[in-house]
C-alpha cells in the first residue's frame, strides 16, 4: 500500500524510507525515546555552539543515531580568520549564490566543498538507506533556513516602516533574491550538472514552502 509523502503527496513503496525519494522531504518517524530527548533537549539550546555540544553527547549516549546525526549537519564549521559571525550557520554557505563578490575564489570553493562534500553529509547519507533522497531533504531544509534567516531577516529585502519590518508580501519581495540565486547556482561550474539541478530544485521548494502562508495575498 505504501507511505504518503506529506510534502509533494507522493506514494512510497519502500519500507522503512526515511526521506521521500521524490522530493527529498523528511518522512514523519518516530526516533527512539532516548534520542527524541536529546533532540529536544538541543533544539531548546539558545546557541549554536550549545546545540552542537548537546548533540555530541547525544551521539555518546546514542551512537549512529541518524537522526541526531542529521541534526548535527546543520551546524556550520567556524572560519574565525574570516571575521564573519554567520560560519557556524550552516546555509551561510549559500551566501556564495547572493553575494558572491563578498568572497574570493578560494572561500566560494570552500565554502561550495562544505555544500556537497561535508564528511557529516556522507555518514548521513550512509546511516539514511537512501543517500539521495538524503541529500535532497538536507538541500531543501537548508535552503528553507538560509531564505529564513538570511533573506526574511534582511529589512533591505522585507523592507522597513517606521523602523519595524514588513512581513507582507512575502512572494513578491522574496522573487527577486531567490531568482537571482537560482540564476547564480545554474552558472556555477564549480558544481555538477546533478548539483545544480539538485540545488536548483531545492531552492524553488524552500522558496514555496516559505511563502505558501501568502498565497493569494
Known amino acids: ?18 526521506f521521500c525519494p521524490f522530493c527529498g522531504a523528511a518522512l514523519k518517524k518516530e526516533a527512539s525515546p532516548a534520542a527524541a530527548e ?19 553527547q547525544a551521539l555518546t549516549a546514542c551512537p549512529d543515531d541518524p537522526d541526531l546525526e542529521f ?61 539521495e533522497a538524503c541529500l535532497r531533504s538536507y538541500l531543501q531544509r537548508l535552503c528553507e533556513e538560509y531564505v ?23 512572494r513578491r519581495r522574496l522573487t527577486g533574491p531567490v531568482s537571482a540565486m537560482r540564476k547564480a547556482v545554474e552558472e556555477d561550474e564549480g558544481l555538477t550538472a546533478e548539483q545544480r539541478g539538485l540545488l536548483t530544485e531545492a531552492l524553488n521548494r524552500a522558496f514555496e514552502a516559505r511563502v505558501g502562508a501568502d498565497a493569494g495575498r
Not at 505504501?2 to 522503512?16: L, P, V
Not at 564573519?84 to 551566501?95: G, N
Not at 553575494?99 to 562534500?117: H, I, K, N, V, W
Not at 534567516?149 to 512575502?170: A, I, P, Q
Request: proline share 3%; net charge positive; glycine share 10%.
Open 148 to 170: 529564513e534567516v538570511f533573506l526574511e531577516g534582511d529589512s533591505r529585502v522585507m523592507g522597513t516602516w517606521f523602523g519595524l519590518r514588513l512581513d507582507r508580501d512575502k
Open 38 to 56: 536529546w533532540l529536544k533537549k538541543a533544539r531548546a539550546a539558545t546557541s549554536l555552539r550549545e546545540r552542537e555540544k548537546i548533540l555530541r
Open 71 to 131: 541534526e548535527l549537519l546543520f551546524i556550520g564549521h567556524e572560519r574565525p580568520a574570516w571575521r564573519m559571525d554567520y560560519t557556524i550557520i550552516k546555509s551561510f554557505l549559500l551566501e556564495i549564490y547572493r553575494q558572491p563578490g563578498r568572497f574570493t575564489a578560494a572561500q566560494r570553493d570552500e565554502m561550495r566543498l562544505e555544500l556537497f562534500g561535508d564528511p557529516q553529509l556522507a555518514r548521513c547519507q550512509a546511516l539514511s538507506g537512501d543517500p
Open 1 to 18: 500500500m505504501g507511505t504518503t509523502c506529506g510534502n509533494c503527496g507522493k506514494t512510497i513503496q519502500e519500507a522503512g524510507s526515511r
